[in-house]
């Protein structure tokens, strides 16, 4: 569905609780040019930084940090964000609000959140459409223009 609405070659791409680093290695394996991943697990850091080694992506940057503190002082536009945070975060509604105001997703580019059916973020600045793919949700987000 990404491939339809944006190329992912030569993009910068932020990936949010990392978990296993699926998302990137795929976004690593599509071309995308910058790659920041944030996990703070040690065990699932340690694991993305060493599969990143293995597969040869130079282009990464794995960052052993809470994603609410990263979110707080990062001044980098991404072209694609993407949060896959454990469906039991309390705070996921502050994740969207905190990347629209900090103004992360770059002209052109989306964020994804990865949340369930009883999260709904159609009123939420910079909500573009979202996927019900029964007990997931995918919700799409673009810049705002102030």
Same mark, same amino acid.
């Given at each position: 569905?990404?491939?339809?609405?944006?190329?992912?070659?030569?993009?910068?791409?932020?990936?949010?609780?990392?978990?296993?680093?699926?998302?990137?290695? $795929?976004?690593?394996?599509?071309?995308?040019?910058?790659?920041?991943?944030? $996990?703070?697990?040690?065990?699932?850091?340690?694991?993305?930084?060493?599969?990143?080694?293995?597969?040869?992506?130079?282009?990464?940057?794995?960052?052993?940090?809470?994603?609410?503190?990263?979110?707080?002082?990062?001044?980098?536009?991404?072209?694609?964000?993407?949060?896959?945070?454990?469906?039991?975060?309390?705070?996921?509604? $502050?994740?969207?609000?905190?990347?629209?105001?900090?103004?992360?997703?770059?002209?052109?580019?989306?964020?994804?959140? $990865?949340?369930?059916?009883?999260?709904?973020?159609?009123?939420?600045d910079g909500f573009s459409f979202a996927r019900n793919y029964g007990t997931t949700v995918f919700s799409f987000f673009e810049a705002v223009n102030e």
């Open positions: 569905m990404l491939n339809s609405r944006m190329s992912l070659d030569g993009i910068s791409t932020l990936d949010l609780f990392g978990g296993t680093g699926a998302i990137s290695y $795929e976004l690593a394996s599509r071309g995308a040019d910058s790659l920041v991943v944030v $996990e703070k697990d040690p065990i699932m850091h340690a694991f993305i930084q060493k599969n990143m080694q293995t597969l040869g992506v130079t282009n990464c940057q794995v960052l052993r940090l809470d994603i609410f503190m990263y979110l707080r002082t990062c001044t980098q536009q991404f072209d694609f964000i993407f949060a896959g945070p454990p469906y039991a975060l309390g705070a996921i509604d $502050e994740i969207p609000r905190i990347i629209v105001h900090q103004k992360l997703i770059a002209a052109g580019g989306f964020f994804v959140l $990865e949340h369930t059916p009883r999260n709904n973020y159609e009123t939420f």
